[in-house]
């Protein structure tokens, strides 16, 4: 079987093109540590906001974070700000930035500013019915984010991070463009084909599906398709998105492919957490990208 390539997940996707990665900032200001600015993306003025030093230079390290799902769609990218249940306090992406990275977050479909779009539902169907995908919309939103990051703060490197959802998103953009140097990602890594024997995959909301993936491919194939670059995986053993039966397949797959570069592969297995970030998550987020780029762990 012929391996997963890039080209053949834009087109499992529908990935379009961007047509205008242009951005503007709408508003900055600065609180305590950092400087936070808004931002509007593309023809579709989609909501964005970024949390630097309030001392950030251009031409420093970035991180495209991505957003988490939750069942809580008036989150959306205030996670860098306000957190969420998941994560630990202070929330993860002001922790980075005050180590000396600017983060950089959009609003995805049906969450944050863009719950007037319509429910997760509503969009999902409504892509398939024009022969698109809810989540390669959001991976098109995820890429313009990119663009515009790197056209405004001119970034030497760029990370993904995320988790849960945002943690699906960071992989994928990280699978899809060359030029992620890192990428981490949190409480979600699973195979779908074990997840679905169990039924478990129905614990996941409608926007991870990607028609015609399965069966030749799996989601460890997508993350396969990061290496040899630097990947962090962390999940917990309690949690039922990734149990042993889905998790151990699709870490089987990805150690496979970082057959020759092992070191550049971490790999977090909290045994006794379940669907959340724990210290010793945070511990080893905060420490792979130090070892990456010029910030302090």
């Not at 981490?184 to 028609?211: M, N, Q, R, S």
């Amino acid at each position: 079987m012929q391996s997963l390539t890039r080209a053949g997940l834009r087109r499992l996707l529908c990935l379009k093109d961007i047509v205008s990665p242009n951005g503007s900032v709408v508003g900055e200001y600065i609180e305590g540590k950092v400087r936070i600015r808004h931002y509007q993306l593309g023809p579709g003025r989609i909501p964005a906001l970024s949390i630097a030093p309030v001392r950030h230079e251009p031409g420093s390290c970035a991180v495209l974070y991505c957003h988490a799902h939750g069942g809580a769609y008036g989150i959306g990218k205030s996670e860098l700000l306000e957190g969420r249940p998941a994560l630990l306090n202070p929330p993860l992406a002001r922790a980075i930035a005050e180590a000396g990275a600017v983060v950089f977050c959009a609003d995805m479909p049906g969450f944050g500013e863009r719950q007037p779009e319509g429910s997760e539902s509503a969009l999902a169907k409504s892509a398939l019915w024009t022969g698109q995908t809810l989540l390669g919309q959001m991976v098109s939103d995820q890429l313009l984010a990119l663009a515009v990051l790197i056209e405004h703060e001119k970034p030497s490197r760029v990370a993904t991070l995320g988790i849960s959802m945002g943690g699906t998103l960071a992989y994928l953009v990280a699978a899809l463009r060359e030029d992620i140097a890192a990428v981490a990602h949190l409480c979600v890594f699973a195979d779908i084909a074990p997840l679905i024997e169990t039924g478990d995959h129905d614990l996941h909301g409608p926007y991870l599906t990607i028609p015609g993936l399965l069966p030749a491919y799996d989601m460890s194939d997508i993350a396969a398709l990061v290496t040899p670059r630097y990947q962090l995986v962390a999940t917990g053993g309690g949690d039922p998105l990734t149990p042993d039966s889905a998790y151990e397949c699709a870490m089987a797959r990805l150690t496979e492919a970082y057959g020759d570069h092992p070191e550049r592969l971490t790999i977090i297995r909290d045994k006794n957490s379940g669907h959340c970030e724990t210290e010793l998550m945070r511990e080893a987020v905060l420490a792979f990208l130090a070892a990456r780029f010029e910030m302090t762990p």
